[in-house]
């Protein structure tokens, strides 16, 4: 039997967080071992050392990091808790690698409500449950009241790539298509009318979502794929523009084919937002060869995560690695990378 | 949102752009200027210029309110923000503008100035109400759209009799700067051609209403045609200008009458001149100097007029000399004839007035449509 290391329970009703909490004390331990011990439960975590000791894979590892600002902390459709594992997630799979192990550190404001952290690290735990991944290592830091806005989540992923997949943008060519998982913008206009108080007749949720399972079908679908990308901070346009660069390539879209919800079109223009800069979550943005394009798709509509996917179009030989798009109208225009800002702290 | 999309409509758009292309005469061109910054956003944003025949030009306009506040403006807000206890309230698309040196109110608030950004002036008056200890300065910029709702706020100010709210006023008016336009088309020496027309502005319109516009017809004998900003309400528009020029006809149309009349918003422009009255001159970024072109709080208000309230230094800013801004704002250039263009001057790093805003035209021509050969 172990030693009865705590005379009170942590007040996770009316408790906040103190300056001892990230003091290294017993009020530190008191909080890892009921709340993040509790929730991550894994044997890595539980063995309690300062790192997490793990059986190295076969095969190449992918490794990201990330980190998690978002305001407000909590959104429709998710919270900064399940988006720091789906984020982290999603940047992993982009590799074609199936996350393993997640850790994260957690930078939280002296007067935190515990009861928000709670809900915060449940529903952290509850989305690496569902994705299939451990958080074996962690840690907890407290700022001054002031110092920080709440809590920041600082994330780290490993994820086994399978044997023969090589996904990078430098991969991408001319003649290759493009495709998207789903409609954009859901995400960061959720954010935006959570931030500004806007109500809708329909919610908007944010698409948070991990992709890991659904890159797992399309690469099992057989097709030719070159690169996949989740467009997050600044959208459909800034993540195309960074990979034409990267690849040296130019893309020609086609407006009419690019997903974007009615609601969402509708507060967009409210806000002045162009849905192809508002970040998402829970979409990527795939290059296959172009006579894969039709397959891909399919496999891509067959998973819940991609049933609104589009072809919406192709790239092409352009040294200037300009992006442009065919309009609704019939025009064209150049689809230019973000300027400046259009939401901060969106994720 | 199924009232946008129907302004949207393609099998229009393609309608449009065949009656526009049948009733363009041979041999003659229609150089149509689009007032607003909205508009030319619209234009470069659809794509227009590809559904337009090469005979109509469409030249961008300073209608811009962010394009058009000289640096002077902008050193002089940087100022305000700098001042002890000040909070500056702005909106958004101002704190990137560069001021003189290079300083804009972003790099303002990096260094420590308290500048918050607003959605609508209001929250800078709700804002004074609860931070009694602070000084509340609204940056208020704009046309005649953005005017009255700072009008509502200087009231409600002094309803509430806040001592520490003022406005630091930039508003400017639309028809002192189309007169001008007027004029020195008219009066170009360059040789460039005059402006055959038009577009007028959309939501300036609704508060103003179309008669201000009736001296370009009368005076100047150009057509106007006020246009709401959807694509298909500019292609309508500009088809309403050719069948004026054709016609041999200068008159004030409208064609945005789901929003605009002949008189306006009446209710708006009083409260405009109870709280406002002219400024004898104001300077316009790559305009400069015209008549009786903006606004000031009058007399009655002076207590919420920043400028009387604070002492401001002069700003010593200089345009860079190379800039092409005033000859493009003519139409007597287009942006891919400025040296600048593209090169030390772009969205990120503006040196120009038509650079700041992506409602500018050389930013929308950036943005939009560099991978076009020529204008």
Known sequence: MTAKRFERPLDLKNGRIDMTHGSGGRAMAQLIDQLFANAFDNPALAEGNDQARLDAPAGRLAFSTDSFVISPLFFPGGDIGSLAVHGTVNDVAMSGAKPLWLSAGFILEEGFPLSDLKRIIDSMAEAARKCGVSIVTGDTKVVEKGKADGLFISTAGIGVIPSGINLSAKHVQAGDAILISGPLGDHGVAVMAKRENLTFEEEILSDSAPLHDLVAKMIASGTDLHALRDPTRGGLATTLNEIAQSAGVGMRLEEQSIPVRPSVRSVCEILGLDPLYVANEGRLIAFCAGKDAEKLLKSMRAHKHGAEASIIGKVVEDPRAFVEMQTTLGGQRMVDWLTGEQLPRIC | ?375
């Not at chain 2, 929250?123 to 009694?132: F, G, R, Y």
Request: hydrophobic share 40%; charged share 20%.
């Open chain 2, 1 to 375: 949102m199924k009232y946008i999309e129907e302004f949207r409509d393609r099998a229009l758009a393609e309608n449009l752009a065949a009656t526009i292309s049948k009733e363009v005469q041979p041999g003659r061109t229609y150089r149509f200027m689009e007032f607003c910054g909205g508009h030319t956003h619209a234009i470069y944003r659809f794509g227009l210029p590809d559904l337009l025949p090469p005979e109509v030009q469409m030249i961008h306009g300073p209608g811009c309110p962010v394009c058009v506040l000289p640096m002077a403006r902008i050193d002089a807000a940087i100022q305000l923000a700098q001042m002890p206890d000040v909070i500056l309230c702005s909106y958004g698309d101002m704190l990137r503008v560069p001021g003189g040196k290079r300083m804009s109110l972003l790099k303002a608030k990096a260094h420590g100035a308290d500048v918050r950004m607003v959605t609508s002036p209001h929250d800078a008056v709700v804002l004074a109400k609860e931070t009694p200890h602070k000084q509340i300065i609204f940056f208020a910029i704009g046309f005649e759209t953005t005017t009255p709702p700072t009008a509502v706020v200087v009231k409600q100010a002094r309803v509430w009799n806040l001592k520490n709210f003022s406005v630091f006023c930039n508003h400017v008016l639309t028809p002192p700067a189309l007169q001008w336009l007027l004029e020195s088309s008219a009066n170009a020496a360059d040789g460039v051609p005059p402006l055959d027309g038009f577009v007028g502005p959309s939501h300036v319109s609704a508060v103003i209403g179309t008669h201000p516009y009736e001296i370009a017809a009368t005076r100047y004998g150009k057509p106007v045609v006020i246009a709401g900003f959807e694509p298909l309400d500019v292609m309508q528009s500009i088809l309403m200008l050719i069948r004026q020029v054709n016609a041999g006809r200068a008159e004030v149309e409208n064609e945005y009458t789901r929003a605009v009349s002949r008189e306006g918003n009446v209710k708006a422009q009083e409260l405009m001149r109870d709280i406002f009255e002219l400024r004898d001159t104001f300077e316009w970024r790559g305009l400069g100097f015209i008549p009786n072109s903006a606004l000031r709080l009058r007399e009655a208000y002076a207590d919420f007029d920043a400028e009387r309230r604070f002492t401001l230094a002069p700003s010593e800013a200089k345009e860079n000399p190379a800039c092409q801004c005033p000859a493009i704002l003519r139409g007597a250039k287009v942006p891919t004839d400025c040296k600048l263009f593209g090169k030390t001057c772009t969205p990120e790093n503006p040196i120009g007035s038509c650079m700041v805003s992506s409602e500018g035209g050389c930013a929308a021509w950036y943005s939009y449509g560099r991978q076009r050969k020529t204008a």
